[in-house]
């Protein structure tokens, strides 16, 4: 699992591949993520946009940490899916609004 930076449909994305099933791995996805963060935060667009691939299911603590950065850091975030089961757990836990989630194949 690597988070990586890139352009997609004209837009900054900050590409997640891969589960984050354990804490280790939530432990790496926000060591690279809050490293990431200063760079996507000074752009034009200072929204923080996570396109999760192939990464269901999603730990709770992921989930924390990104409503934390939303409601307490006060960062836009959008998240977008390539899966419709990981869609519809963001829609049964009342966060696609929270979230502006989008669904986008690879």
Do not use: C, H, W
Not at 75 to 94: A, C, G, H, S, T
Request: proline residues 2%; negative net charge.
């Amino acid at each position: 699992m690597a988070l990586d930076i890139e352009i997609i449909n004209d837009l900054q994305m900050v590409r997640s591949t891969g589960k984050l099933k354990t804490y280790d791995s939530f432990l790496m996805f926000k060591a690279e993520l809050e490293e990431l963060l200063p760079k996507i935060l000074s752009s034009a667009d200072d929204t923080l946009r996570i396109y999760f691939v192939q990464a269901y299911p999603i730990n709770s603590y992921v989930l924390g940490f990104l409503f934390k950065l939303k409601s307490i850091d006060g960062i836009k975030i959008e998240i977008v899916v390539d899966d419709l089961r990981l869609f519809m757990f963001f829609e049964e836990i009342d966060m696609v609004d929270e979230f502006k989630i989008k669904i986008m194949e690879e």
